[in-house]
């Protein structure tokens, strides 16, 4: 386990800057018709632009290939405080940055670069991170997708499911099984675009929370991939899923987080607004154990995220930070708005005040990206390894 020794929990101006900027984008841009969207499914396409031309969907990537330049850190700064306000719109923040963008910068040709990720680092479109099947969850290694070599292309044929920006994404890494016999060895990753012939987006999903998110299954029949859309060697697609999983899993950590503390300010608020046996609740100790112990727990997943994404910057080995940041994160954003919505009481039951959209949307973060329980067996795998 990373000890760190040089410990300063200052922010410099620069991460500052940047976290205002969510925060005023969140409020500004987000905020108005969160509600609206959530009820009716719908996508925050205007918004996903803008958040696009803020540099908002290309954090980490190097100028040179259209992203923003900035650090892990500031990611999980940004990250939190669009989750505060719309969760929907920050696990499509999340999948473009660390799935797709991150995952394309460090592993693809330079051809690659220039084509697929500028306009993805940009902001320009979108993309989506395909390795969940029917039958394939969190046992992510039985692929059925298949991508069989015809020489100069892949002839992929398969389902994934549970796809974020299933729809309103338009380049996707699809992971697919070349070579049976060599199991995870034989899988790759290919870079996917929804033009290509045998590309069909299916039904959207009616989830509980991040209903503004577009959850698709897509359907690949005889698609045409060229050879030049592989990333790394053959055979190396499972490998990259899991790297790339493990940055991802910092994005969704600051999610939880982000929900987490959304909850938490609009119970404190509440709390100080609204009267009970005579003065503000706030003045019951019942409310106030309950504040203490949110904005306890709601810290330490703050500082569990921003050590995995200090880690991730300083080229420190972060896969079981990172893990123990989502573990955590996303249990405490599931408790915190459970006690969030109890402080509202009825309120908090009705869909005008926010928290019970934040509970439903809290839910996901301890499922996608690896559950907890994946967390825990990852976590497990690091510490008894040695
Ligand atoms: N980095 C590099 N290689 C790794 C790795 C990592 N982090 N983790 C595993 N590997 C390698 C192993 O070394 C092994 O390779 P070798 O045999 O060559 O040594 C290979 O991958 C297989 O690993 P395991 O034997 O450990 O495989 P397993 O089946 O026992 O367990 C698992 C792997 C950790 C459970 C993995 O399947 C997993 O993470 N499952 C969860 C999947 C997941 O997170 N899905 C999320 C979908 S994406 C999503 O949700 C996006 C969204 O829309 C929001």
Redesign the pocket.
Request: no cysteine.
């Given at each position: 386990m990373h000890q760190i020794l040089n410990m300063n929990f200052e922010l410099s101006e620069e991460h500052l800057m940047i976290q205002q900027a969510a925060r005023d984008f969140a409020r500004t841009e987000l905020l108005p018709g969160v509600i609206e969207r959530d009820n009716e499914q719908r996508f925050p396409a205007e918004q996903i632009k803008k958040l696009g031309e803020l540099g908002f969907l290309g954090m980490m990537v190097d100028p040179k290939w259209g992203g923003s330049g900035m650090d892990s850190v500031s990611y999980v700064l940004a990250m939190e405080e669009i989750s505060k306000v719309d969760a929907s719109a920050s696990?499509v923040m999340?999948?473009n940055n660390s799935?797709v963008c991150w995952g394309l910068e460090t592993y693809g040709s330079e051809e690659q670069k220039e084509k697929f990720l500028k306009p993805l680092a940009s902001g320009q479109i979108h993309g989506?991170?395909c390795?969940?099947e029917p039958e394939a969850?969190?046992?992510?290694?039985s692929q059925r997708t298949t991508a069989v070599d015809m020489g100069d292309h892949y002839l992929v044929n398969g389902t994934k499911n549970?796809?974020?920006?299933g729809k309103s994404g338009s380049t996707f890494l699809v992971m697919a099984q070349t070579d049976v016999e060599k199991?995870?060895?034989g899988i790759n990753c290919l870079i996917v675009t929804s033009d290509m012939e045998g590309f069909t987006v299916g039904k959207k999903e009616d989830k509980l929370g991040i209903r503004g998110s577009d959850?698709h299954s897509l359907m690949f029949q005889d698609m045409k991939v060229p050879k030049a859309n592989r990333i790394g060697e053959d055979g190396f697609g499972?490998?990259f899923?899991?790297?790339v999983?493990?940055g991802?899993?910092i994005g969704?950590a600051s999610q939880a987080l982000g929900i987490a503390s959304g909850a938490y300010e609009l119970a404190l608020q509440y709390s100080k607004e609204r009267k009970a046996f005579g003065t503000e609740i706030m003045n019951h100790q019942a409310i106030q154990f309950k504040l203490a112990d949110m904005a306890t727990r709601i810290e330490a997943a703050r500082l569990f995220c921003l050590k995995a994404a200090w880690l991730k910057d300083n080229d420190e080995e972060y896969?079981e930070a990172a893990s123990m940041a989502k573990l955590f994160a996303s249990e405490t954003a599931m408790w915190v708005t459970v006690e969030a919505v109890q402080i509202h009481g009825g309120y908090g039951y009705v869909k005008e005040y926010h928290v019970e959209r934040l509970m439903r949307d809290a839910k996901?973060t301890q499922?996608?990206?690896?559950?907890s329980e994946?967390q825990r067996?990852?976590i497990a795998?690091s510490l008894l390894k040695d």
């Open positions: 696990v999340s999948v799935l989506g991170f390795l969940s969850g969190s046992d992510a290694t549970w796809i974020t920006n199991g995870h060895r959850t499972f490998k899923a899991m790297k999983l493990s991802g899993r969704i896969l996901i499922i996608y990206e690896g559950t994946i067996v990852v795998r």
